[in-house]
């Protein structure tokens, strides 16, 4: 499948497609720790029809990459390209991992089974206290041996924070297009006023989401759980205020971001410190989405957890039912 860019259209290509709000997959698992096929297929569906997300982030962090098999992370970049690209939505793929091969060997599937773009997290480097022509390296390396897009990710379970200087000079590359950066907002500010057209910046923060559009003019939220953890067929409000902060009309997105804190709070402060999967899972299944299980080493949920939570969800005002 020919991706429509080239190496050197790959920003340009970036700058048109890879906009409004995307998400990061949480990957359900069935009780015996299978990949829940339909479960993942459905939870996209409604992702994409009824809360209009339009790009989804697959095999991350929240999908639990970690956990899962080669063949395991393959499949799921298929469905979800499926399912996004019946429906003109973007997907890109998570090749992140230590071993360069593995990162390689999914880079070069992705690109040959039409996926949109790859995104590769800054790698844990042991006895690194300097580590900017180490990575500057890597990134050349996966952009000689494919020619798909890349979105960057830097976050502090690396070990260390790509410095702005570092991600310029990384634009240097053709492919690297983009880059989720989980880095506190001065960071991520100066990154996005000197990178101009040569980079697409976005964080994973919900909260700071609507002031970076005003702000900053972002247009792309790279990406994590939020869009459909706070969101239902029945109550979209994230997509009505990014909607109406886009439209110029930064009054009432601001109202109608506000509205939505009672859900943050229940969200966020039910969640235990060690069971983040666990957590965002069950609240899915509260939601009408398919959760599903987690899988070892990550711990399940107590009762009294889910008790915590259900009683949350029931009183932050999110409309639940159709």
């Known amino acids: 499948m020919p991706l429509p860019y080239t190496p050197a259209t790959a920003k340009e290509w970036a700058r048109a497609s890879m906009r409004g709000i995307w998400c990061a997959a949480l990957m359900p698992f069935t009780a015996d720790g299978a990949l829940d096929e339909d479960g993942f297929r459905a939870n996209l569906r409604h992702w994409f ?8 982030f697959v095999s991350g962090k929240q999908g639990e990459f970690f956990s899962m098999t080669l063949a395991e992370r393959k499949r799921s970049f298929d469905i979800a390209r499926e399912e996004a690209h019946k429906r003109g939505q ?8 230590q071993n360069m091969d593995v990162v390689l060997d999914l ?3 992705s690109e040959a089974t039409g996926a949109d773009a790859i995104v590769v997290h800054a790698p844990i480097l042991h006895f690194h206290k300097e580590q900017d022509q180490t990575l500057l390296g890597y990134y050349r390396k996966i952009a000689e041996e494919t020619g798909i ?11 260390y924070l790509m410095s702005p200087d570092l991600c310029l000079a990384l634009t240097e590359i053709n492919q690297v297009v983009a880059i989720k950066y989980s880095v506190p907002r001065p960071m991520y500010r100066e990154l996005s006023e000197r990178a101009g057209d040569a980079l697409l910046v976005s964080t994973a923060s919900e909260d700071e989401w609507l002031d970076n559009v005003i702000e900053l003019g972002w247009r ?3 990406c994590s759980s939020p869009p459909y953890l706070l969101q239902t067929k ?8 990014t909607d109406l902060a886009f439209a110029g009309d930064q009054d009432a997105a601001r ?12 969200l966020k402060g039910t969640r235990p410190s060690e069971k983040p999967h666990a957590h965002q899972k069950y609240w899915q299944d509260l939601i009408g989405q398919r959760g599903g299980h987690v899988r070892a080493p990550l711990l399940s949920l107590t009762e009294a957890e889910q008790r915590m939570t259900e009683d949350a969800l029931a009183n932050c005002g999110l409309k639940v039912g159709c």
């Open 90 to 97: 973007r997907v890109i793929c998570s090749c992140s991992d």
């Open 149 to 159: 897009a890349m979105a960057l990710w830097s976050h502090p379970d690396s070990g």
């Open 255 to 266: 109202k109608v971001s506000a509205s939505l804190q009672p859900v943050r709070d229940a």
């Open 107 to 109: 880079a070069r599937y």
């Open 49 to 56: 029809d009824d809360l209009g997300i339009d790009g989804v």
């Open 220 to 222: 792309l939220y790279l």
């Open 234 to 241: 029945a109550d979209t409000r994230m997509r009505e205020y």
